[in-house]
């Protein structure tokens, strides 16, 4: 029996799917819901919040001991697992509490449990039908499961803030943001960690100098990264023996625990939408057209589940065009070029615009500047720790078409010049901006000579 009828009917209660059924409630539309997990999705549950509040705790074993440097002594800290997992649990706990009332103020029907798609206005959320004239798929994206001998025992990035007992030794296998993240914040936490990657250098996609600096500083603070390596299978005796890594040269590692980060895929299975000829990506990504219409014309899709720009404020961005589309006047449109990014390793990266390498396919010409040195902060910390800093300018117009950072707190200084280089920001914009000293930040404003120019 169909019981209440929407206009919008939501499935997943992520980033993108909260944002579009606030945006919508607020403007009168009957809105609801459905969600089987914790609401905020990955970002919130498994994902950024979590992951950098794990970062923070990290970073203090190196500020203990750097503090000596500037006249501090301290005992030899501490560090607690179950203090760590207890906190981040009751931020998540509240932070969960607090989507729940912003679901509530803007009028929107929450319905816990598994949704699935049964008609082209209909949802089947526990053994319940609701009409709906629209529904929008919004339920993000997977870890992907290893697929080797004894892959059932690693873990994935939903599992790793709530081990048990915190790993003495940490295999980590995979070369993207979320294995160079892990690996890092494992390895100030105190684990020893070992990152296993089949490609010829970390984060495939970024900068090449940038790719081949962080590695190197994420070498001097303990993290054993080996590129070009393959994991053949995984082995175990029994619950309370090491996992045995068996590498495909026959080399083996021995682990507390394996973390598999090779990437997530839309999140589609078991939704129903195969059986009502939804156009589906091999990947199992929802096809949409510009508007965030899926072949079946009453069904739309956001977020991760779409596999544009796998980033929380690209989902949230993507909720606002659609119900500003569908409900208001519409024009908005996601510009998905020039997307800051930040990977949260030790140190940070952050990034918006071209790589040295695809500028360099794309422009005629380029300029590239460069800055590699030390902070002032470790000048006197005891850190060998370094920055880069890079800039890429299209030779032709002098837009700064690429900006690149590789140290502490890249992704605040990275915000603020996002906006600039959206604006359209030229080289001769930078150099006549003011330096803030002394700052890192103010070398991107302060460098004149290009080491590159082709």
């Known amino acids: 029996m169909t019981q209440d009828v929407f206009d919008l009917f939501i499935i997943g209660a992520g980033s993108g799917g909260v944002r579009a059924a606030r945006m919508a409630g607020q403007r009168g539309v009957r809105v609801a819901i459905a969600e089987d997990a914790a609401l905020g999705g990955t970002c919130v549950n498994v994902g950024c919040i979590p992951k950098k509040l794990y970062s923070f705790a990290a970073h203090y074993a190196e500020s203990f001991a750097e503090a000596a440097g500037f006249g501090w002594s301290h005992a030899a800290p501490q560090f607690d697992w179950q203090t760590l997992k207890a906190n981040r649990a009751g931020e998540i706990s509240r932070l969960n509490a607090i989507y729940a009332d912003l679901l509530a103020g803007a009028g929107v029907t929450l319905l816990r449990g598994r949704a699935r798609v049964v008609g082209a206005h209909e949802v ?69 960690v070992t990152q296993l990657y089949r490609g010829e250098q970390i984060l495939r996609g970024f900068d090449d100098e940038v790719r081949d600096f962080v590695a190197a500083e994420m070498k001097k603070t303990g993290v054993d990264i080996r590129v070009q390596a393959k994991v053949a299978a995984l082995e175990r ?33 078991g939704l129903g939408l195969e059986a009502l000829g939804v156009e589906l990506a091999p990947n199992g ?50 510009d998905y070029a020039h997307i800051p990014t930040v990977v949260f390793t030790h140190p940070n990266i952050g990034t918006i615009g ?47 078409v690429g900006l690149h950072m590789v140290g502490a707190d890249a992704g605040e200084t990275i915000q603020g010049f996002a906006v600039a280089m959206k604006a359209g920001a030229t080289k001769a914009t ?21 080491v590159v120019a082709s």
């Open 430 to 450: 930078f150099d006549a901006t003011l330096g803030i000293h002394p700052t890192a930040a103010e070398e991107f404003v302060t460098m004149r000579t290009p």
């Open 237 to 269: 005796q029994s619950a309370a023996t090491p996992i045995r890594v068996i590498l495909g040269d026959g080399e083996s590692l021995s682990a507390d625990t394996v973390l598999y980060a090779t990437g997530r895929v839309p999140n589609t299975a």
């Open 354 to 400: 071209f790589s040295e390498q695809d500028a360099r396919a794309r422009f005629e010409k380029i300029r590239v500047y460069r800055s590699d040195f030390k902070p002032l902060r470790h000048t006197l910390s005891g850190s060998s720790e370094r920055t880069l800093m890079k800039l890429v300018v299209d030779d032709a117009s002098d837009r700064v």
């Open 285 to 334: 990504a929802v096809v949409v057209d510009a508007g965030y219409r899926s072949s079946l014309p009453s069904l739309y899709a956001i977020g991760d589940v779409i596999d544009r720009v796998q980033l929380t404020p690209v989902a949230l961005a993507e909720a606002m065009a659609l119900v500003d589309g569908l409900f208001g006047p519409g024009g908005r449109q996601v």
């Open 124 to 192: 089947e959320v526990g053994g319940d039908v609701y009409g709906a004239e629209r529904i929008v798929i919004a339920t993000g994206g997977w870890p992907v499961a290893p697929e080797i001998a004894g892959g059932e025992l690693a873990i994935s990035s939903n599992e790793i803030f709530d081990l048990a007992e915190f790993p003495k030794h940490l295999v980590v296998v995979g070369g993207g943001y979320i294995a160079c993240e892990f690996a890092s914040i494992f390895n100030g936490l105190g684990s020893r």
